[in-house]
């Protein structure tokens, strides 16, 4: 097995990389955790093959996991850099009041589908930003001179790379060989690290926070609960009052389940949302769902889920959730025990793949 192709050894210098020397800013974290998204959700047919990674997708996945970050917390601004000017989350933050969101909150597709031309310079600004500093810097050690460019090529990149180089390239990196299977694969392990990694950057960054001990994992990763209540009624209506797994009827202030764990992929779109009950809910947890349940919330009538969509200006991004549910499955070793309902499990067989799975 080439090197490339060995998940262990990538993950294991992945977290090299990100273990040496005092971070200046989480963008790092933020790119890498955009790039191993990027894996999932487009997984190529051989494992062994290259990935063309267009920045301006990175950049989207940048702004999802700022946006909900750069809200004020305990009525202090979070620094996330220990730069003066910390130019992706100002780009954050101005998208998010060119589009006006309030206290309920919404998501970047839904900014971008109310303030087009606000989305479309976030993307530039935060697209360069990546280019010229964590997607330059990422595969390089402190003090070393030259890169290790066991991911990508970034020979191509440095401080002030032009929009005009970038787009002579492409504007995309390519993964190395194998490199997109292995971060797919290592995404549920990886994830988590990277969290941690985070919580303990900005800790470091914001002094305020040594005080009290908020909770500052729940604010930078945990989903909007607040803002996913706006689905529960529309969903009653269109699917029944029945929560989604074990079909008992549902209270007045019932869970929105992800079928999909937030945990893993952090989708909010309509497709991979749920009516739950709290007791499935709370059991299913981060767990991996089981197949047959993955078909079934893919199988749900589109038209409706569409209609539901436009009415909240909320996208079902369900060509987004089957592809990650192909990346995530066509990732895990034959076997491991998926959530098949409330205190039951199953294990994983996609001998008979769905269509989701099928290549
Ligand atoms: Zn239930």
């Given at each position: 097995?080439?090197?490339?192709?060995?998940?262990?050894?990538?993950?294991?210098?992945?977290?090299?990389?990100?273990?040496?020397?005092?971070?200046?800013?989480?963008?790092?974290?933020?790119?890498?955790?955009?790039?191993?998204?990027?894996?999932?959700?487009?997984?190529?047919?051989?494992?062994?093959?290259?990935?063309?990674?267009?920045?301006?997708?990175?950049?989207?996945?940048?702004?999802?996991?700022?946006?909900?970050?750069?809200?004020?917390?305990?009525g202090?601004?979070l620094?996330?850099?220990?730069?003066?000017?910390?130019?992706?989350?100002?780009?954050?933050?101005?998208?998010?009041?060119?589009?006006?969101?309030?206290?309920?909150?919404?998501?970047?597709?839904?900014?971008?589908?109310?303030?087009?031309?606000?989305?479309?310079?976030?993307?530039?600004?935060?697209?360069?930003?990546?280019?010229?500093?964590?997607?330059?810097?990422?595969?390089?050690?402190?003090?070393?001179?030259?890169?290790?460019?066991?991911?990508?090529d970034?020979?191509?990149?440095?401080?002030h790379?032009?929009?005009?180089?970038?787009?002579?390239?492409?504007?995309?990196?390519?993964?190395?060989?194998?490199?997109?299977?292995?971060?797919?694969?290592?995404?549920?392990?990886?994830k988590?690290?990277?969290?941690?990694?985070?919580?303990?950057?900005?800790r470091?960054?914001?002094?305020?926070?040594?005080?009290?001990?908020?909770?500052?994992?729940?604010?930078?990763?945990?989903?909007?609960?607040?803002?996913?209540?706006?689905?529960?009624?529309?969903?009653?209506?269109?699917?029944?009052?029945?929560?989604?797994?074990?079909?008992?009827?549902?209270?007045?202030?019932?869970?929105?389940?992800?079928?999909?764990?937030?945990?893993?992929?952090?989708?909010?779109?309509?497709?991979?949302?749920?009516?739950?009950?709290?007791?499935?809910?709370?059991?299913?947890?981060?767990?991996?769902?089981?197949?047959?349940?993955?078909?079934?919330?893919?199988?749900?009538d589109?038209?409706?889920?569409?209609?539901?969509?436009?009415?909240?200006?909320?996208p079902?991004?369900?060509?987004?959730?089957?592809?990650?549910?192909?990346?995530?499955?066509?990732?895990?070793?034959?076997?491991?025990?998926?959530?098949?309902?409330?205190?039951?499990?199953?294990?994983?067989?996609?001998?008979?793949?769905?269509?989701?799975?099928q290549?």
């Open positions: 097995m080439t090197e490339a192709g060995d998940p262990l050894l990538l993950g294991q210098r992945v977290v090299a990389i990100l273990e040496t020397g005092l971070r200046t800013a989480t963008y790092k974290l933020a790119t890498l955790m955009a790039l191993i998204e990027h894996c999932v959700e487009n997984l190529p047919t051989d494992p062994a093959d290259a990935l063309q990674v267009p920045i301006p997708a990175l950049a989207h996945r940048v702004l999802e996991i700022y946006w909900h970050q750069v809200r004020p917390f305990d202090h601004e620094r996330q850099s220990t730069q003066p000017k910390a130019r992706i989350l100002a780009a954050t933050t101005s998208l998010r009041d060119a589009a006006g969101v309030g206290r309920g909150g919404f998501s970047v597709d839904t900014a971008r589908l109310r303030a087009p031309e606000a989305y479309q310079r976030a993307i530039d600004d935060v697209a360069l930003c990546l280019a010229q500093q964590p997607l330059h810097r990422l595969q390089k050690l402190p003090g070393a001179s030259t890169s290790d460019a066991f991911l990508y970034d020979s191509f990149l440095h401080d790379v032009s929009r005009s180089t970038l787009r002579a390239r492409g504007d995309a990196i390519v993964l190395n060989p194998g490199v997109a299977h292995g971060l797919a694969r290592l995404a549920g392990l990886l988590p690290a990277l969290e941690i990694m985070w919580v303990d950057d900005v470091r960054m914001n002094k305020f926070l040594a005080a009290e001990v908020p909770d500052v994992a729940g604010h930078l990763f945990g989903r909007e609960r607040t803002a996913l209540t706006v689905v529960r009624g529309p969903f009653k209506e269109a699917f029944g009052p029945h929560c989604f797994y074990c079909q008992t009827h549902l209270p007045a202030n019932n869970p929105i389940d992800h079928v999909l764990p937030w945990s893993l992929v952090g989708i909010d779109g309509l497709a991979n949302l749920v009516l739950a009950c709290s007791r499935c809910n709370g059991d299913k947890s981060g767990s991996l769902p089981a197949v047959a349940i993955v078909d079934r919330v893919l199988e749900r589109q038209g409706v889920l569409e209609d539901v969509a436009a009415s909240l200006q909320w079902t991004q369900h060509p987004r959730v089957v592809a990650a549910a192909r990346g995530i499955y066509l990732g895990q070793p034959a076997g491991v025990p998926t959530w098949s309902g409330y205190r039951r499990s199953e294990r994983l067989d996609v001998s008979f793949p769905p269509w989701w799975v290549p």
